[in-house]
């Protein structure tokens, strides 16, 4: 196992800082930046169905869920389609109304989590197309698909998802980009300038894995915790979700993620000094209002640890702890903002003795309701 862990100390460690490769290796072949083109033989093979679509449904459980809440916003501001995100188990059971010109896309690293898989059987059985996003080559959901794109991550054996995650991403990416062309949604030059800024992000993933040290003072810092609150908006929202997830999973420490803006509709009244408050506040949209978020939080005497774009000086004068990213577009800031929370949460499990790699209570694939 030691061999396997490949000198890392946990399988989660390793998966973490494969994340530049993993995303190369999800869009090596796929796509071509200096020609312009973003090949996927299971989109262009249904390229009608996906462009004549009323609506993209996305069914997933966990953190491929969140993956699915980044890619409504990557469909619907890129694409121009409209975009439902569902949990696989609520849909299943809600009599949904699907018709043959729904777009069913699921997202499941295993392939085997029962709840995404019958979620799918219904999107057939009333007539729409589905495709698959997967990790595991031949899985259950990547042959029950019509049609799919893996996300070539490799094996991640870590229970909490983290290079699933973020390659998830890229594929959600790739699709909305390429959809975006075929519609004529996109400008020519902001489809190449994309392509250019994706390319990118394997170094700039590279990069933030340096500041591993920065993150892990931070981690000593608030890793006795009792709740933490985690925010983003606009791109960044589901990446709150999965920030509060994966310190949830790992370290049991209770942790909610929630729309910064909606902060003010029930979290605040939690904040006290007590209270640590992850704010990404990547300069970009939002900004503003990110910023009179942090100062509401801060007149409360809230803890605020803001993940922000390199450079930034507002959010510095205001937080008690700042965690730069290299600055890119902002719909693939997700690909970024993901990475020193991932971190985070795992030094604080490692700090607090937990079981990393096999959290209690917790499976990697569930294959039961
Ligand atoms: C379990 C795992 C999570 C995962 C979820 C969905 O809860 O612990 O890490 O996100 O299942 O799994 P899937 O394989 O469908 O992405």
């Known amino acids: 196992e030691q061999i396997e862990k490949g000198g890392y100390d946990h399988f989660m460690l ?10 190369i290796d999800t869009y090596r072949g796929r796509m071509l930046a200096d020609e312009g083109i973003i090949k996927m033989a299971g989109v262009d093979d249904n390229l009608e169905k996906f462009l004549n679509a009323d609506r993209i449904i996305i069914v997933a459980c966990g953190t491929s869920w969140h993956a699915g809440l980044v890619g409504e916003y990557l469909f619907e501001d890129m694409a121009r389609i409209p975009v439902e995100v569902e949990y696989a188990s609520e849909f299943r059971y809600r009599n949904p109304i699907i018709t043959p010109k729904d777009v069913v896309i699921s997202i499941s690293q295993s392939g085997e989590t029962a709840d995404t898989l019958a979620a799918i059987k219904l999107a057939k059985s009333k007539g729409a197309f589905v495709f698959g996003v997967c990790n595991v080559v031949g899985s259950s959901i990547a042959r029950e698909t019509h049609a ?3 996300t070539h991550a490799g094996p991640e054996i870590g229970v909490a998802s983290t290079k699933a995650f973020t390659t998830q991403i890229t594929v959600l990416s790739l699709i909305a980009l390429k959809l975006a062309k075929a519609k004529g949604t996109l400008s020519n030059s902001a489809f190449h300038m994309y392509l250019q800024k994706m390319q990118l992000i394997p170094d700039k993933v590279k990069k933030l894995l340096q500041i591993d040290d920065h993150v892990k003072e931070i981690a000593s810092v608030y890793k006795d915790a009792k709740n933490c609150l985690y925010l983003g908006r606009g791109f960044n929202f589901p990446v709150a979700l999965e920030g509060a997830l994966k310190l949830k999973e790992i370290s049991y420490i209770h942790a909610e993620g929630y729309p910064a803006a909606e902060m003010k509709h029930g979290p605040i009244a939690l904040i006290d000094e007590n209270m640590p408050v992850f704010v990404i506040a990547t300069n970009k ?13 801060k007149s409360r005497n809230g803890k605020i640890i803001a993940i922000v774009t390199e450079g930034d000086v507002t959010v510095k004068e205001i937080a008690d702890h700042v965690i730069e990213i290299p600055d890119t577009e902002e719909a693939l800031t997700p690909l970024l903002t993901t990475i020193p929370l991932q971190l985070l949460s795992y030094h604080i499990a490692v700090m607090l003795d937990k079981n990393v790699d ?3 209570n917790l499976a990697k694939s569930v294959t039961v309701e």
Not at 14 to 23: M, N
Not at 285 to 297: A, C, F, L, P, T
């Open 14 to 23: 390793k998966e973490i800082h494969e994340q530049p490769k993993a995303i």
């Open 148 to 150: 799919g794109a893996y």
């Open 285 to 297: 949209g939002h900004y503003e209002k990110v910023v009179s978020n942090i100062q509401e939080i």
């Open 358 to 360: 096999q959290p209690r």
